[in-house]
């Protein structure tokens, strides 16, 4: 498996614009988070997905951010309208199981720089 | 409040010592404990994880103890080698859908 794969891998965008970032994770793991890090906050959870239905929104920083997943092979991350304190880097992650002894599977990141 | 505080936030040791670091957390209730290595540039990956039975695991030159009285996890490095520079984080899962990450400690081994 080519694991949890994530586009683009480096964003630069001015204020004010649409940001969607896009993920894939590995086939047959039933659970789907995004994440942002900082160096300021470390790792965040945004939302997770179970079986492409989110469970758990509460880390959305505000309405500017959503997501979906409209199926199981494919997650969209977008922010609109964007702000320079958005960049960071946005890290998606799959997993069979969540909270338990199944490890989570993370992408390689987009970073997004907003100027 | 669930928190997982991580010391130190840095840490430079030259190549061939050995290194220890902490990960103090409050969550409760306490399900499992992780640490993860993540590289520059890259997305963490998982060296150990910890359920409240277990007091030591161990992956290659990584041990990971557990003192859940305490509420305390160490991640020790035997032999570093360059490859080693890394963040390190320290996860704690308080149960279904509960997660709470550590800011994680910067470790740069010197040649």
């Known amino acids: 498996d080519a694991g949890v794969i994530q586009s683009p891998r480096h964003e630069v965008t001015e204020m004010g614009q649409e940001v969607t970032l896009r993920c894939k994770p590995i086939s047959g793991h039933d659970y789907l988070f995004w994440y942002r890090q900082t160096m300021m906050r470390g790792l965040e959870l945004l939302i997770y997905?179970?079986?492409?239905?989110?469970?758990?929104d509460s880390g959305m920083p505000e309405d500017r951010f959503s997501a979906k997943m409209p199926n199981a092979s494919f997650s969209t991350l977008k922010i609109q309208p964007s702000e320079p304190r958005d960049s960071a880097v946005y890290f998606c992650a799959s997993s069979p199981l969540v909270g338990g002894a199944d490890e989570q599977y993370f992408g390689p990141g987009t970073r997004l720089t907003v100027t | 409040k669930n928190q997982v505080e991580q010391s130190p936030q840095s840490l430079i040791i030259l190549e061939g010592k050995n290194c220890t670091l902490q990960c103090n957390y409050t969550v409760s209730p306490f399900s499992n404990l992780r640490w993860y290595k993540q590289d520059t540039g890259r997305g963490p990956v998982s060296l150990t994880i910890?359920?409240?039975?277990?007091n030591t695991k161990s992956n290659g030159r990584y041990t990971a103890t557990l003192d859940a009285d305490t509420k305390q996890s160490s991640l020790h490095i035997t032999a570093s080698q360059l490859s080693d520079s890394a963040s390190y984080i320290c996860v704690v899962s308080g149960g279904y859908s509960t997660l709470t990450f550590g800011k994680g400690t910067m470790l740069l081994v010197s040649p």
């Open positions: 910890m359920t409240f039975s277990e």
């Open positions: 997905f179970n079986n492409n239905v989110p469970i758990d």
